[in-house]
């Protein structure tokens, strides 16, 4: 055993499962409002995603866990314990972010409110859309990201409302993001087992 097994506890075999182990990344939808695009643009990452077969990958929707606003209530809603098991059981994460009023979604922000040490040292990739790309959402997402102790990626997909979707609700993204989304997972996956092995 090297100087460095001693000095954090983990053994050559234990080391060797951390490489080889799949890890689990969710793609959070940060959308819940009627006609919402986010789902599209989650597949179509995922879809990517699975086809790599560096990581176990699935969706996760806010939406499904009727979150209330934080401080409304006395807390003990099932979806918010749901939420919170659902973040602790993942490595990394991929925010789907739409841009509101220059930032992210309302919705988007009480579920990053609503947990805490199931977001620590974990990575997290962007994939934002809006009439800029959703860059100042994104930009918004990285002072939250900090703060929860989530180290987020620098590759960054941007989606234009005026060439990746007919009407405005027809996702057809441009092939040109092809290569920007597998450079962005390839980051998280990377990040994800980094930091895997400081909590």
């Known amino acids: 055993m090297g100087l460095l097994d001693k000095l954090f506890g983990k053994s050559s075999k234990e080391e060797g ?4 182990e799949k890890l ?7 959308s819940t409002r009627q006609g919402r ?3 599209q643009v989650g597949e179509w990452v995922k879809d990517i995603a699975d086809k790599r077969g560096d990581a176990k990958y699935e969706i996760v929707d806010i939406s499904d ?8 209530t006395d807390g003990t809603e099932p979806g918010i314990a749901a939420w919170n098991e659902k973040l602790a059981n993942l490595d990394g994460f991929v925010f789907i972010v739409q841009e509101y009023n220059h930032s992210i979604t309302g ?36 002072g939250i990201c900090g703060e929860l102790k989530i ?12 060439t990746d979707f007919e009407n405005g609700t027809d996702f057809k993204p441009q092939s040109i993001h092809l290569d920007n989304v597998n450079a962005m997972l390839s980051e998280v996956v990377e990040w994800s087992r980094a930091l895997k092995t400081v909590r």
């Not at 499962?17 to 080889?20: F, G, I, L, N, P």
């Not at 689990?24 to 940060?30: C, V």
């Not at 866990?65 to 409304?72: D, K, M, W």
């Open 17 to 20: 499962s951390m490489t080889t």
């Open 24 to 30: 689990n990344i969710g793609i959070i939808l940060g």
């Open 37 to 39: 695009v986010s789902p």
């Open 65 to 72: 866990y009727n979150l209330p606003f934080l401080g409304t």
């Open 107 to 142: 919705a988007l922000k009480n579920a990053l409110d609503f947990a805490r040490e199931a977001w620590n040292n974990k990575a997290a990739g962007i994939v934002s859309y809006g009439s800029t790309g959703g860059a100042r959402a994104a930009e918004h997402l990285r």
């Open 151 to 162: 180290a987020d990626v620098r590759t960054h997909p941007t989606l234009s409302l005026f």
